[in-house]
């Protein structure tokens, strides 16, 4: 013959009892580490430090980097040309220029000359810069220069003493100094000219092709 046991209801009540006490213990401590801890917090101290609003000193340093070649093209021949733009976390991109030079001094006669025709393909850099064609006579003993230039970020655009703004802020007048990134590429094109289309013997062009990218960086103060 089997016999339950019933449960101790005075033990159930002393249970609760313990929990409820328990709690209510937790509670009063919660209450004791707000009013006392948390209200003796400075708030500014929880507000990261480049989000607190200061004056900042700007100095600027900048770089300018150059890569040089330079091919015989005869008439019709291209010259291909690359240039991959990469900055540091601390790099700003000012411009970009591409410089073809070439001095045609080897002409048959008069009405002879020779031209370069320069096209660019920026598909795969950042910021979407415009792809530009453009050509240039190769004339006798000229410097004249043709020259395609990309500029990004002017940086004495901006005034160096900024006052009243986060670190994140000053850093954000530079934003577009950190586009166009990526491979840049060309394709130089010699075109011999000749006076009614005849067909006369040239030597061909040196033509000498100049990457010239500007970048800078930045380093603030605060005052």
Same mark, same amino acid.
Do not use: H
């Given at each position: 013959?089997?016999?339950?046991?019933?449960?101790?209801?005075?033990?159930?009540?002393?249970?609760?009892?313990?929990?409820?006490?328990?709690?209510?213990?937790?509670?009063?401590?919660?209450?004791?580490?707000?009013?006392?801890?948390?209200?003796?917090?400075?708030?500014?101290?929880?507000?990261?430090?480049?989000?607190?609003?200061?004056?900042?000193?700007?100095?600027?340093?900048?770089?300018?980097?150059?890569?040089?070649?330079?091919?015989?093209?005869?008439?019709?021949?291209?010259?291909?040309?690359?240039?991959?733009?990469?900055?540091?976390?601390?790099?700003?991109?000012? +411009?970009?220029?591409?410089?073809?030079?070439? =001095?045609? &001094?080897?002409?048959?006669? *008069?009405?002879?000359?020779? %031209? !370069? #025709? @320069?096209?660019?393909?920026?598909?795969?850099?950042?910021?979407?810069?415009?792809?530009?064609?453009?050509?240039?006579?190769?004339?006798?003993?000229?410097?004249?220069?043709?020259?395609? +230039?990309?500029?990004?970020?002017?940086?004495? =655009?901006? &005034?160096?003493?900024?006052? *009243?703004?986060?670190?994140? %802020? !000053? #850093? @954000?007048?530079?934003?577009?100094?950190?586009?166009?990134?990526?491979?840049?590429?060309?394709?130089?094109?010699?075109?011999?000219?000749?006076?009614?289309?005849?067909?006369?013997?040239?030597?061909?062009?040196?033509?000498?092709?100049?990457?010239?990218?500007?970048?800078?960086?930045?380093?603030?103060?605060?005052?």
């Amino acid at each position: 013959m089997f016999r339950f046991k019933k449960p101790d209801e005075g033990g159930a009540f002393y249970q609760k009892e313990r929990r409820m006490v328990t709690f209510v213990a937790i509670f009063i401590v919660i209450l004791i580490f707000d009013t006392i801890v948390l209200r003796t917090i400075d708030p500014q101290r929880l507000i990261p430090p480049d989000e607190t609003s200061k004056d900042w000193l700007i100095e600027i340093s900048v770089t300018e980097e150059t890569e040089t070649i330079s091919e015989e093209l005869s008439a019709n021949q291209i010259l291909e040309t690359t240039y991959t733009v990469m900055l540091s976390e601390n790099e700003y991109l000012q +411009s970009v220029s591409l410089v073809i030079q070439c =001095s045609d &001094e080897d002409e048959p006669g *008069e009405g002879f000359s020779d %031209e !370069v #025709l @320069a096209r660019t393909t920026l598909d795969a850099v950042d910021g979407s810069p415009t792809d530009k064609e453009e050509s240039g006579s190769c004339l006798e003993n000229t410097e004249d220069d043709l020259v395609l +230039s990309w500029t990004f970020m002017d940086a004495s =655009s901006v &005034e160096l003493n900024q006052t *009243e703004k986060t670190e994140t %802020e !000053v #850093l @954000a007048l530079f934003e577009t100094g950190k586009t166009g990134t990526g491979l840049w590429a060309a394709e130089i094109e010699l075109q011999v000219v000749t006076p009614g289309g005849i067909t006369a013997v040239d030597n061909g062009e040196q033509v000498t092709v100049t990457w010239i990218v500007s970048t800078f960086e930045i380093n603030l103060t605060a005052n």
